[in-house]
């Protein structure tokens, strides 16, 4: 498809798993950003990719939170030891080189923990 | 602290009326500002921007009003259809530091 895809749409987790969420962004995008958005809120950055460096991590949460963009196209949240406040909306957007350019989003993967 | 505010959770809009979306920041550093919408299972989608050396900018039926002084920008659609129901956020970006920050949203109606 021409626009970026995330896998699981819905994720339903028990306490203490561990998750990972994929993202697939558009073909040649250089960077790929991670946001959460709670019920209600506007989706909070959480990091950044340029290419497989991950330039921006300052918005995960904790320790618990993890990314990573390998080969510099499909990226994976990962989220050890889930709890009942990471339950979210998890949105992974491209653009194309980063700066002022569009950031394309994909649907989303809706986690809830138990 | 919210760093961007958008106090109307929700409004309500005759078809074919203007519609007004308000949005108020914080830090005067930022310099760019940007609209998404955002339908029910979908991500967000790019809409309109605005850069701080501007006042104002159009595309179409949306214009987007920036007043510095104030630390506030709005969004109009006139005239509103019904295909422009959904959520609304505001967005700010500081000097291309590559992390948009979201404003919580406004879900907009337009009623037939």
Redesign the interface.
């Known amino acids: 498809g021409a626009g970026v895809s995330q896998s699981p749409r819905y994720k339903v987790a028990k306490r203490g798993q561990d998750v990972a969420l994929r993202c697939d962004p558009i073909s040649g995008h250089v960077s790929l950003f991670w946001y959460q958005q709670a019920l209600g809120q506007g989706p909070e950055f959480l990091t950044y990719f340029q290419n497989e460096a991950q330039l921006d991590k300052s918005g995960l949460p904790s320790d618990r939170f993890f990314a990573e963009r390998p080969e510099g196209s499909v990226s994976t949240l990962k989220i050890q030891r889930t709890q009942q406040e990471d339950s979210a909306v998890y949105l992974c957007a491209s653009s194309l080189a980063g700066g002022l350019d569009e950031q394309f989003f994909g649907p989303g993967t809706r986690l809830t923990v138990l | 602290d919210q760093q961007?505010k958008?106090n109307s959770?929700s409004l309500s809009v005759q078809e074919g009326r203007i519609s007004i979306l308000n949005c108020d920041y914080t830090n005067s550093m930022f310099d760019?500002f940007l609209w998404?919408k955002k339908y029910p299972?979908?991500?967000?989608?790019?809409l309109i921007?605005i850069s701080s050396i501007k006042d104002k900018n159009e595309d179409g039926r949306f214009t987007v009003f920036l007043n510095k002084s104030a630390k506030h920008l709005s969004l109009h659609i006139v005239p509103s259809q019904p295909g422009d129901s959904a959520v609304y956020?505001c967005?700010v970006?500081l000097q291309?530091a590559?992390?948009?920050?979201?404003?919580?949203?406004t879900r907009l109606t337009i009623n037939p």
């Open positions: 961007v958008q959770p760019y998404y299972a979908e991500g967000p989608t790019f921007s956020f967005a970006d291309g590559q992390k948009l920050v979201f404003g919580q949203g």
